[in-house]
């Protein structure tokens, strides 16, 4: 009578072991997935990606994002306290994936929040970029100038 309680308490955790295997092979299936996914979407040739970073934040307390390449609106996000509080541990944000075809091409970002002495503070900067044939990486930062007492905002190209 031993062996067969012996085999049926084993069976609970070959099941359970089973299981477990199975998900960690649904989730490597939906990691390669959406990886694929990524790709059929905005595949190298035409993808675009736009990112945000604060540098420490002491003049500056980031409300919104709005975000625009040639004129049409792409991004638009409102930061939360839990957000920020990422942003200023050395977080980076993704504002942006998407597709855009080769050559001249200008992103704007215009930036509100609260700046100096607690005032409404609203600010743009710009860049005019070529798209070539690789990936685009842009990144949007916002950095103290600790001589003037003022944020900085300013896009930067990655290669």
Do not use: C
């Not at 072991?17 to 990691?31: E, F, I, T």
């Not at 957000?83 to 200008?106: I, P, T, Y």
């Not at 103290?144 to 944020?151: G, I, S």
Request: a negative charge; zero cysteines.
């Amino acid at each position: 009578m031993s062996i067969v309680g012996q085999s049926q308490a084993d069976e609970p955790a070959d099941l359970q072991s089973q299981v477990r295997s199975l998900k960690k092979a649904v989730v490597a299936l939906n990691r390669d997935l959406f990886l694929l996914e990524e790709e059929l979407l905005f595949p190298g040739h035409t993808q675009v990606s736009v990112f945000l970073s604060l540098d420490l934040g002491e003049f500056f307390t980031l409300d919104s994002v709005q975000l625009k390449i040639d004129d049409k609106a792409l991004a638009n996000h409102l930061y939360t306290e839990r957000e920020l509080a990422a942003l200023r541990r050395g977080g980076v944000q993704r504002l942006f994936l998407g597709n855009l075809k080769s050559g001249e091409h200008e992103l704007v970002a215009f930036f509100t929040g609260l700046g100096p002495a607690g005032r409404d503070y609203r600010r743009a900067t710009s860049l005019k970029f070529t798209k070539g044939v690789s990936p685009k990486l842009l990144e949007l930062r916002i950095v103290d100038l600790e001589a003037r007492q003022q944020p900085e905002f300013d896009v930067r190209e990655w290669e």
